[in-house]
């Protein structure tokens, strides 16, 4: 049977054949309950997951991880230890699950003394409790959200998804306090859009949007009557006016920026070239290694289709313009062992390789042109694609060069573009940035 290396804490019961849910107390958590005196807990967590299925063992193995996880967070939090219980029946059935130990306010004591265990005791120690906490946003995205979404995706959320869901609930609690969520009137949801400062639309739609979410779970488990973030913040128009506030950079801004990083060494030398010559993502090119750039057709090309890229879309060839030959790339990428800028690190948080250079970019596009919002780092895939326009490049063209999602169904499975590099690398080379190069350096 395969192991499921992504479903946390699970481990194959040799003797059965049935998967098992291990999870070992951390050392202070473990500390504090036997100073509590719960003498009775012990350092494991384990639960028969009573299944062979493997998919079905990840299912109900991500449920019992959230709610342990949240229960060791609470422990450390300081709060009563004899109000922790893990009820093993809850992670051995599919289907919509009741958390016995968040119990609802509308549950009747008879629905609660059924889901309990017989011998009345926690997992972790001590009784169970009899009142459930204050269900506040947090509690809800916890104990609601998350095991609705993972039910019906079959797994968590990514680990940046989680991060923005738990930074939006941070922002809600401090404008309008930690109220439980049945006392978030319309009233405050609308003074919380009102008063949230934040420089970008789309980050401000995404926020309350993730509110939103979070509330519509609670509407569905008869938490609340009704959403009251649901029709607020920017519409979508305003967000799309937003974005086509972001420009693109003209000859002049151009060679200022480049004034500048032609000064640089590695990444800060070599991307802003590479964005600009190929009209690339930054999170693409910094996580370049060397063996992506090969032949193919007799024509060098950057290969992505290892890449962690955007979308499906974004797998491709980019055959490699005039410009950066002359300028090196082959001899420097000769160079490097593993990555072309191994200096950039994957950042798990963030899940992107190229935060900090692009925190740097912008950085020297300020000090180079000033502070504007409207010209950044991505502003030079938006030059690219000007130039090509105006280079006479059909549309479909530069879609299969940066990546862009085909328009039509022509496009799509007729043209086949993508895998045409003779015609691509002609088509890339109709482009002209020799202004830019002039004297500069091609080294590392």
Same mark, same amino acid.
């Not at 959200?145 to 930074?167: M, N, Q, T, W």
């Not at 009209?279 to 910094?286: D, I, P």
């Not at 328009?407 to 940035?433: A, G, P, V, W």
């Given at each position: 049977?395969?192991?499921?290396?992504?479903?946390?804490?699970?481990?194959?019961?040799?003797?059965?054949?049935?998967?098992?849910?291990?999870?070992?107390?951390?050392? $202070?958590?473990?500390?504090?309950?036997?100073?509590?005196?719960?003498?009775?807990?012990?350092?494991?967590?384990?639960?028969?997951?009573?299944?062979?299925?493997?998919?079905?063992?990840? =299912?109900?193995?991500?449920?019992?991880?959230?709610?342990?996880?949240?229960?060791?967070?609470?422990?450390?939090?300081?709060?009563?230890?004899?109000?922790?219980? %893990?009820?093993?029946?809850?992670?051995? !059935?599919?289907?919509?699950?009741?958390?016995?130990?968040?119990?609802?306010?509308?549950?009747?004591?008879?629905?609660?003394?059924?889901?309990?265990?017989?011998?009345?005791?926690?997992?972790?120690?001590?009784?169970?409790?009899?009142?459930?906490?204050?269900?506040?946003?947090?509690?809800?995205?916890?104990?609601?959200?998350?095991?609705?979404?993972?039910?019906?995706?079959?797994?968590?959320?990514?680990?940046?998804?989680?991060?923005?869901?738990?930074?939006?609930?941070?922002?809600?609690?401090?404008?309008?306090?930690?109220?439980?969520?049945?006392?978030?009137?319309?009233?405050?949801?609308?003074?919380?859009?009102?008063?949230?400062?934040?420089?970008?639309?789309?980050?401000?739609?995404?926020?309350?949007?993730?509110?939103?979410?979070?509330?519509?779970?609670?509407?569905?488990?008869? %938490?609340? =009557?009704?959403?009251?973030?649901?029709?607020?913040?920017?519409?979508?128009?305003?967000?799309?006016?937003?974005?086509?506030?972001?420009?693109?950079?003209?000859?002049?801004?151009?060679?200022?920026?480049?004034?500048?990083?032609? !000064?640089?060494?590695?990444?800060?030398l070599w991307v802003p070239r590479?964005?600009?010559?190929?009209?690339?993502? *930054?999170?693409?090119?910094?996580?370049?290694?060397?063996?992506?750039?090969?032949?193919?057709?007799?024509?060098?090309?950057?290969?992505?289709?290892?890449? !962690?890229?955007?979308?499906?879309?974004?797998?491709?060839?980019?055959p490699l313009h005039r410009h950066?030959?002359?300028?090196?790339? %082959?001899?420097?990428?000769?160079?490097?062992?593993?990555?072309?800028?191994?200096? %950039?690190?994957?950042?798990?948080?963030?899940?992107?390789?190229?935060?900090?250079?692009?925190?740097?970019?912008?950085?020297?596009?300020?000090? =180079?042109?000033?502070?504007?919002?409207?010209?950044?780092?991505?502003?030079?895939?938006?030059?690219f694609e000007h130039a090509a326009?105006?280079?006479?490049? !059909?549309?479909?063209?530069?879609?299969?060069?940066?990546?862009?999602?085909?328009?039509?169904?022509?496009?799509?499975?007729?043209?086949? *573009?993508?895998? $045409?590099?003779?015609? *691509?690398?002609?088509?890339?080379? *109709?482009? $002209?940035?020799?202004?830019?190069?002039?004297?500069?350096?091609?080294?590392?």
């Open positions: 049977m395969p192991r499921y290396s992504s479903v946390p804490f699970t481990r194959l019961r040799s003797k059965g054949g049935t998967y098992i849910f291990k999870y070992q107390l951390p050392e $202070d958590v473990y500390r504090i309950l036997r100073k509590a005196g719960q003498s009775g807990s012990r350092r494991t967590v384990v639960l028969s997951l009573k299944t062979c299925d493997p998919g079905v063992a990840r =299912a109900r193995a991500l449920r019992a991880a959230a709610d342990t996880a949240k229960l060791v967070n609470q422990i450390r939090s300081g709060a009563s230890i004899q109000d922790f219980r %893990l009820n093993p029946s809850d992670y051995q !059935q599919d289907g919509p699950i009741t958390v016995t130990h968040d119990p609802l306010p509308h549950r009747s004591e008879r629905e609660l003394g059924q889901s309990r265990n017989r011998s009345g005791k926690s997992l972790l120690g001590g009784p169970t409790r009899k009142r459930g906490p204050r269900q506040t946003l947090l509690w809800v995205y916890e104990n609601v959200y998350l095991p609705r979404r993972i039910e019906r995706k079959g797994v968590p959320p990514r680990r940046r998804s989680r991060l923005d869901l738990e930074a939006a609930i941070r922002r809600c609690v401090a404008i309008i306090g930690d109220k439980e969520v049945q006392d978030i009137s319309r009233k405050d949801a609308e003074y919380f859009v009102r008063t949230l400062d934040l420089p970008s639309i789309g980050t401000r739609k995404k926020v309350i949007g993730v509110l939103s979410t979070i509330c519509n779970a609670a509407v569905e488990r008869e %938490l609340i =009557a009704r959403n009251p973030f649901r029709g607020l913040g920017p519409d979508r128009y305003a967000v799309m006016a937003d974005r086509k506030s972001y420009k693109r950079f003209d000859a002049e801004q151009l060679k200022r920026l480049f004034a500048r990083t032609e !000064q640089k060494v590695n990444a800060m590479l964005l600009l010559l190929t009209g690339a993502r *930054l999170e693409e090119m910094a996580q370049l290694r060397t063996e992506w750039i090969k032949m193919r057709d007799g024509i060098a090309v950057i290969d992505l289709h290892e890449a !962690q890229v955007k979308s499906p879309h974004n797998h491709r060839y980019v950066l030959i002359d300028l090196g790339i %082959l001899e420097y990428a000769s160079s490097c062992e593993d990555r072309l800028f191994p200096r %950039l690190r994957y950042r798990r948080t963030a899940e992107r390789w190229g935060g900090s250079l692009s925190t740097r970019l912008n950085r020297e596009i300020d000090e =180079a042109l000033g502070k504007n919002r409207t010209l950044t780092v991505h502003s030079l895939r938006k030059t326009y105006i280079a006479g490049i !059909q549309k479909p063209t530069f879609n299969a060069i940066t990546g862009h999602k085909p328009s039509d169904i022509s496009e799509e499975h007729y043209l086949h *573009l993508k895998d $045409d590099i003779m015609f *691509l690398k002609k088509q890339i080379d *109709l482009l $002209d940035f020799s202004f830019l190069f002039a004297g500069r350096q091609s080294g590392s």
